[in-house]
């Protein structure tokens, strides 16, 4: 039988909401213009720029503009993939030099040890770009969790509001889109999955949203408060 793959977001899902709004995004705003101006002629980070600049209609030499828009973007909470791009290169120096380290909610990683030993394919769809992903669980306050995971997708793959992002990362793990289960914090992402033909659960932590989702908020999804209570053959 196929085991279920579990799929997972990771703000107010595996992480608190406060650890990627007090912690990461303050150091992204604060460290861009020093980044740019040091690494923006690199094409890694002069592409994502560009991006930026077009759609700004600014010129590309005006790399003040650009920060500005992207730290406005930051206070916005905007998941645009040119930022997710840079903000995940800019952590990457964060982590590195101890600056902070990622906290998990307590019931994660025992959940996702015991979900890999059982033989469960476990993978990630967050708005945050995959080497940013990859940092994070790789600097967890539990350990280095990548290798439990045999996928990551970012906003390259579609938006996580839209089905469309959903069959992609069926398709690319090769897994007929009943086998997997998303989970995340955010109904409109879960309703796109289960449009997709995803199962779906619902994480409703108390730290991120203080006013339960139950009944109709939950719109049908299975709802819980940890991944303590995901019943994943359900
Ligand atoms: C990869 S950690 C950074 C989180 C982030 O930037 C973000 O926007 C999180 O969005 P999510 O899709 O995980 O809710
Ligand atoms: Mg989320």
């Known amino acids: ?17 406060s650890f990627v709004k007090d912690v990461l995004f303050p150091y992204a705003r ?3 213009p020093d980044f740019v101006r040091r690494h ?14 077009i759609e700004i209609s600014a010129s590309a030499c005006q790399d003040a503009v650009i920060v500005e828009t992207l730290q406005g973007w930051i ?5 645009h993939t040119a930022l997710k ?10 982590y590195r030099d101890g600056d902070f380290t990622a906290p998990l909610y307590p019931d994660v990683a025992p959940a996702l040890r015991d979900w890999h030993a059982a033989g469960h394919p476990l993978a990630v769809y967050s708005s945050g770009s995959v080497p940013a992903q990859k940092l994070l669980f790789a600097h967890t306050d539990d350990g280095d969790l990548t290798p439990l995971f045999s996928g990551f997708f970012d906003t390259e793959v579609g938006g996580k509001r839209e089905a469309g992002s959903y069959r992609a990362i069926a398709d690319r793990l090769g897994t007929s ?12 992402e879960l309703d796109a999955a289960r449009e997709a033909g995803l ?21 049908g999804h299975m709802r819980v408060e940890s991944f303590a209570d995901i019943d994943v053959a359900a």
């Open 199 to 219: 199962r779906t659960a619902l994480l409703d932590r108390r730290e991120d949203y203080p006013q339960p989702r139950t009944g109709a908020a939950a719109n």
């Open 85 to 94: 791009a840079l903000q995940g290169m800019v952590w990457d120096a964060g």
């Open 30 to 32: 604060a460290k861009l």
């Open 1 to 17: 039988m196929q085991k279920t793959t579990i799929l997972t977001d990771i703000e107010g899902t595996t992480s608190s909401i």
């Open 40 to 53: 923006g002629h690199e094409p890694d980070v002069r592409r994502w720029l560009d991006a930026v600049a």
């Open 75 to 79: 206070d916005e909470d905007r998941k």
């Open 177 to 188: 889109p009943g086998d997997i289960l998303f989970l995340s914090d955010v109904v409109a």
